[in-house]
């Protein structure tokens, strides 16, 4: 019992915390519910919490209908990514590779969509993957964006 509401409490906070890295930029409705909200995609922003000028623009299912409206529908494993430098790079804190840059939850306790960053140091290349993962069988649905660094001058 008390793991139950360990794990349910960790799942809401996880929620929490990625909306407050993600800014919804728009939705369209994909298909019309009676019940509860329709089913739509959503377009986000997040901006790197690690490297400031690159923000990540990323568009993702999200079910509506009665399940949608109160948090209990399982949300599918399509996502779309495009990634952009937007300002002059500057590196804040230690980078790790494969380093989560951004979650969500997806369902209520086992599914999220994660985003992670890499480095191609041959290329001077950040690459950001977004994928969904799920505690018994994740998906191999991904996408991925990348930002060749280059220099920035004011205009």
């Known amino acids: 019992m008390k793991t139950n509401i360990l794990v349910t409490t960790l799942c809401g906070c996880a929620m929490i915390v990625s909306t407050l890295h993600a800014e919804e930029i728009g939705s369209v409705d994909t298909e019309f519910k009676w019940l509860g909200p329709d089913h739509k995609i959503v377009v986000e922003a997040f901006d790197d919490p690690k490297i400031e000028g690159i923000t990540c623009h990323l568009s993702r299912s999200k079910k ?7 948090g209990l529908a ?65 998906s191999p649905q991904n ?7 280059q220099s920035w001058s004011a205009q």
């Open 64 to 70: 509506g209908g009665f399940k949608g409206m109160v």
């Open 143 to 149: 996408a991925i964006s990348t930002v060749p660094i």
């Open 74 to 138: 399982e949300e599918t494993s399509d996502a779309s990514i495009a990634c952009r430098q937007v300002g002059p790079i500057r590196v804040i804190g230690e980078l790790k590779e494969g380093e989560r840059v951004f979650s969500e939850s997806r369902s209520l306790i086992f599914k999220s969509l994660q985003v992670v960053r890499f480095f191609d140091k041959k290329r001077q290349t950040y690459i950001y993957l977004v994928y969904s993962d799920r505690v018994i069988e994740g």
